[in-house]
């Protein structure tokens, strides 16, 4: 039992410091539930659709209901107590009154606008989920990249240190002169820096991961090597600025902002216009003073109220105007919402052609580099290459590894923006790309200690 008990304390300590290796699906759903920028864009969005059940409120019955009881006492100074009436004269009173709009055209209008903010609160709020998928990608694939880096400087310094071993041994037989031996040393030294700034990257890259799901984790898993990359589909770079026109949180947000400001203009408006309400009341009452009034007295109120507003100093005519030109502040900043949007659309389309073309590329140039490091090393040894020449060419090698690697990740990275941009990035865009998450290697997070 004591065994137990200790097993389940050891349990309750690791889940509260550290977690086991979590995929890119995983990640995204563990920020859905925690990551406090999509909590408070949801709670914003509740809050303002509130508006639209308080406005439709100004369209419908209000019914008031209220009761009183008041106990009177008079005295009559120098009145014998035999024949004074009575003191104390109590009295309840109970009533109900309904009033219903008959004709009102600003809270009217004032119901359509609302709905239009909740429209703009929703475009606000489906904007900020599309961003957390671009956010919870973009962090996971910053770490896989800080990896990269940091295998790059270690690979580069593995093998400067493999050619100081072979330079010394050879200085030591006499075959190289102490140069080589100095140039081998800086070019290790060198790398044993970038080493450790790749170290301190790669440590850091891990903690956004806290931000987004409340949780620290250690571990991640990689990238398969044969992740696909591909140019966007369609190919017409016109239909991808079409649908963004279309679909784009910004600029439905925006257009429902216009909308707003529309109905705000019909709102000062209709305050030129008469309103009509109908009133109902009924009211009981009940008393036991009898000198001054019947012992109960039940009355019922109908009444239909015009009002007609004549002036009012100016004010509405103004209200007007500024609504007017707020109405013209919405319209261009929807006009430049949709300019930049479709530039930033062509930009994130020409960027991925651009990706693609360069992953391609990358790839190459490590054939290229690692025969050129061949040639080089066999230049070296026959005594028509230097020493930095060799080091200079394992740098081309290692720089052309993370290069593609960074190449991969800034296609994935460009691809999901564009998906929002468009507005058709969703869940399954994360989890078609989880597919290709290698779960048979993880990524460590490098402690400080081991620096």
């Known amino acids: 039992m004591r065994t137990l008990l200790i097993l389940f304390i050891a349990s309750l300590v690791s889940g509260t410091t550290r977690a086991e290796a979590v995929s890119l699906a995983e990640v995204y759903q563990l920020a859905i539930q925690n990551d406090p920028q999509i909590g408070a864009a949801e709670a914003a969005y509740l809050a303002r659709s509130e508006i639209v059940p308080q406005t439709r409120a100004g369209l419908l019955p209000s019914i008031v209901v209220s009761g009183s009881y008041t106990d009177e006492s008079r005295s009559y100074p120098g009145v014998p107590e035999s024949i004074a009436p009575s003191s104390s004269f109590p009295t309840e009173r109970l009533s109900a009154g309904m009033n219903q709009p008959i004709f009102r055209a600003d809270r009217w209008f004032q119901y ?32 896989l990249e800080r990896q990269d880096g940091l295998n790059a400087a270690m690979a580069e310094q593995n093998a400067v240190k493999r050619q100081l071993e072979q330079v010394q041994q050879r200085f030591d037989v006499g075959l190289v002169a102490i140069t080589d031996v100095l140039e081998s040393k800086a070019g290790f030294d060198s790398a ?3 080493v450790i700034e790749a170290e301190g990257a790669q440590t850091r890259s891990f903690e956004p991961l806290v931000r987004l799901t409340g949780r620290s984790f250690d571990e991640i898993y990689p990238l398969q090597q044969a992740f696909p990359v591909r140019s966007p ?8 600025v079409n649908a963004a026109m279309a679909s784009n949180a910004l600029v439905l947000q925006a257009k429902a902002g216009v909308e707003a400001a529309q109905k ?45 507003p004549v002036f009012s100093g100016g004010a509405t005519r103004s209200g007007v105007k500024q609504a007017q030109f707020q109405l013209d502040e919405a319209q261009n900043n929807l006009d430049l919402v949709e300019r930049q949007t479709a530039e930033n659309t062509r930009a994130l389309f020409s960027a991925i052609n651009t990706d693609v073309a360069r992953v391609k590329a990358r790839l190459q140039g490590i054939e290229s580099s690692r025969s050129a490091l061949a040639a080089t090393q066999t230049g070296y040894e026959v005594g028509t290459r230097n020493i930095v020449d060799v080091l200079l060419a394992q740098q081309r090698l290692f720089l052309s ?35 290709f998450i290698d779960v048979s290697k993880s990524v460590t997070q490098v402690k400080p200690l081991e620096q």
Not at 275 to 287: F, I, M, R
Not at 403 to 419: D, V, W
């Open 112 to 143: 359509q606008q609302a709905k239009a903010i909740r429209s703009q609160a929703g475009a606000l709020r489906d904007g900020e989920a599309l961003e957390l998928i671009v956010r919870v990608a973009d962090t996971y694939f910053t770490i």
């Open 264 to 308: 705000q203009v019909r709102i000062n408006q209709s305050r030129h216009l008469p309103t009509l309400d109908a009133q109902v009341s009924w009211s009981n009452q009940k008393t036991d003073n009898t000198v001054f009034s019947l012992p109960e007295v039940e009355s019922e109120f109908y009444s239909v109220n015009l009002t007609i």
């Open 233 to 240: 589909e369609p190919a017409n770079e016109e239909a991808w």
């Open 192 to 194: 044993t820096v970038n």
């Open 401 to 435: 590894e993370f290069q593609f690697a960074s190449a991969r990740y800034q296609y994935i990275k460009n691809t999901l923006r564009l998906k929002q941009l468009v507005g058709s990035l969703d869940q399954q865009d994360l989890v078609e790309l989880n597919r």
